[in-house]
């Protein structure tokens, strides 16, 4: 079920499923700030 539809029922977002693995939230933020650092300024 959808976090949308998690809420519309009026259940926590915290209390179902799991944390996302940490290393994926790094990973993109690595990917954001390499993509900030190589874009082209005009």
């Given at each position: 079920m959808t976090g949308f539809r998690q809420l519309l029922r009026g259940e926590?977002?915290?209390d179902v499923g799991e944390h996302?693995?940490?290393r994926f939230t790094l990973a993109n933020e690595r990917t954001f700030l390499a993509w900030?650092?190589?874009a082209s300024v005009f």
């Open positions: 926590r977002l915290d996302p693995d940490y900030i650092r190589t």
